[in-house]
């Protein structure tokens, strides 16, 4: 059985009905309640991870919405071979390194890098993340709902 309850092939292949079912129920209006319904459990912990790897609440917030575009244009897709939340956490990693691609790399500020004379000896490096922005205690907060279509 597929993931809708249809039958597949031994092939592994959704049957000719299956097909056509699955195609009504994307362009129905239930699709983007049934998807939202399906997402909602990961939407927090997907943010975090998000955040995690970007180190920024507004960047995480961007790769979290192109994910989970992603993820709506691409549910015919998903076979089921993994769980859901597996796959949703590859679409938002791949979301993650799509951004910090695009954007251009990061400077050191001036008052973590004391400008150095060239008699002087090098200063310290800096220790410790300095683009790491403060996680809300309710991320929940920031991570708006899916709007509905």
Do not use: K
């Not at 800096?126 to 922005?133: I, K, Q, S, T």
Request: hydrophobic share 40%; glycine share 6%.
């Amino acid at each position: 059985m597929a993931r809708d309850g249809a039958t597949v092939s031994s092939s592994g292949a959704p049957s000719r009905l299956a097909a056509i079912c699955y195609v009504a129920w994307v362009t129905s209006p239930s699709a983007g309640s049934h998807f939202e319904q399906l997402v909602r459990p990961h939407r927090a912990e997907l943010h975090a991870h998000c955040y995690r790897m970007l180190g920024s609440v507004a960047d995480a917030d961007d790769a979290l919405q192109g994910a989970l575009l992603g993820a709506w244009r691409g549910y015919a897709g998903f076979e089921g071979r993994s769980s859901l939340r597996a796959w949703l956490y590859r679409i938002a990693t791949n979301a993650c390194f799509q951004l910090l691609t695009q954007r251009p790399r990061r400077r050191l500020a001036t008052e973590h890098s004391p400008a150095a004379a060239p008699e002087r000896a090098l200063e310290p490096m800096v220790e410790g993340p300095l683009w790491l922005e403060p996680y809300p205690d309710d991320p929940t907060s920031t991570v708006s709902p899916i709007p509905a279509s």
